[in-house]
């Protein structure tokens, strides 16, 4: 457990340094001895201290405080980015500041100039949708601070873009079900204002004409990423005279809410229906039965996010954006059509 009445002060009495070097040893500068290193982080461990971001910025003329920025509304996505881009940071020394926004609002950028100035943000890492918006990469310029944007693909060729996949992933998922032999095949889609939405549809619906097969217009519902979104979406599908025999969600919080809509209904899964969600999320393994799912590797997303946010803050000369690949996870949620 940490112990925040521990002080630089006390850290360097207890490891017979100067606060110099305790300080030093915290911002990982190479001027230090290794034996001398060993003696202080033994007594970081030992009592717990962590260090004051805020005063460390005071200190270094600097902030050490990442802002991650999100609108999504899938709980799981951003618990995984979070513990992804808290792996690169703590080894650096720096910490990370959380802030929902709606991204609907008509005073988004304003909300996001707040933060950036009255946290002091040494940078920003921006999930979809909001690393979407023009308007506030413009203004992260005009403030000089430091992003990183996470998109479905390239919006702009530097080090502060990190593409995934998400069009491939999708098409994965309609090879699957077009080599099963599904012929009334849905899709439930994310809100429109994402992009990572018109991605996954498109790479979807290209999947399927490449084996002879179509997305119908009523087979395609636009929902909004969550677990009542699907829900609804599956039970208006599963309502309908002529009715889809698998369902391919946008993410796995939809998938569930289409695993209940199916049960409510009397559709057994695989038997009756397949589905296939996105993200491989860790409910895809605990849902019965297992889905299968696109893995969409967020916490390695974050990771790296991060790790380039922090290259990008020390000027270090990297000038490729990087790309995570998508690949589909089969488990038993999917099978052959009942005939």
Known sequence: MANSLLTINDVARLSKVSKKTVSRVINQSPEVKSETRA?????????????????????????????????????????????????????????????????????????????????KLAGVILPPSL???????????????PYVRIASITLESSNKMLVTGDRSGAAQAAQLLGSLGHTRIAHISGPNHFRSSHERRAGFKEALEAQGLSLKADFDVVSDYTY????????????????????????????????????????????????????????????WPPLSSVRLPVYDMGQTAAEMLLAVIRKEKDAASRMHDTRLVQRNSTAKPAT
């Open 39 to 119: 003696r202080v982080e033994s007594v970081i461990k030992k009592y717990g201290y962590e260090p004051d971001p805020q005063a460390r910025g005071l200190a270094f003329r600097t902030s050490f405080l990442i802002g991650m920025i999100y609108n999504n509304p899938n709980p799981q996505y951003i618990v995984n980015m979070q513990q992804g881009i808290l792996s690169a940071l703590r080894p650096a020394g720096f910490e990370l500041v959380i802030r929902p926004i709606e991204s609907q609002s008509d005073h988004v950028v304003d909300q996001i100039e707040s933060i950036v100035k009255r946290q």
């Open 131 to 145: 690393s979407e918006d023009e308007q506030i990469i413009d203004l992260l310029n005009k403030a000089k601070c």
């Open 228 to 287: 009542y979104g699907g829900l609804k979406a599956a039970q208006q599908l599963l309502s309908r005279k002529v009715k889809p025999t698998a369902i391919f969600t946008g993410n796995d919080e939809m998938a569930v809410g289409v695993y209940n809509a199916a049960r409510e209904l009397g559709f057994s899964i695989p038997h009756d229906l397949s589905v296939i969600g996105y993200d491989d999320s860790p409910m895809a393994e605990r849902l």
